[in-house]
């Protein structure tokens, strides 16, 4: 990897992480194993029923080759509405 950190500047927006060429700030966090315990394991295979998602897991298997960039969620703030009063509409008081 020392070829491609020659040529990295300050001024560019890429990012190492762990050897890995990166274009973003948001790193690809690793997912928590998913084990059963001896009481929960079945004796035999085909009453195993499968866990997990299979589109996230391909999902984020393709993050972390750096196929699809990950992002993180943005929270979208809400505007507060302005309150006013036309003219035509207003009271008229004597």
Same mark, same amino acid.
């Given at each position: 990897m020392p !070829?491609? $950190?020659g040529h990295l500047s300050k =001024?560019?927006?890429f990012c190492l992480v762990q050897g890995i060429l990166s274009l973003t700030d948001?790193?690809?966090d690793e997912p928590e194993m998913e084990l059963k315990l001896?009481?929960?394991l079945v004796p035999n295979l085909r009453s195993? =029923?499968?866990e997990?998602? !299979?589109l996230e897991d391909r999902y984020r298997s393709?993050?972390?080759r750096n196929l699809v960039e990950p992002r993180a969620k943005v929270n979208k703030k809400k505007t507060k509405k302005k309150k006013f009063e036309k003219k035509s509409f $207003?009271?008229?008081t004597v």
């Open positions: !070829l491609i $950190r =001024k560019d927006t948001v790193t690809v001896s009481s929960e195993v =029923k499968p997990g998602n !299979l393709m993050q972390m $207003r009271e008229i």
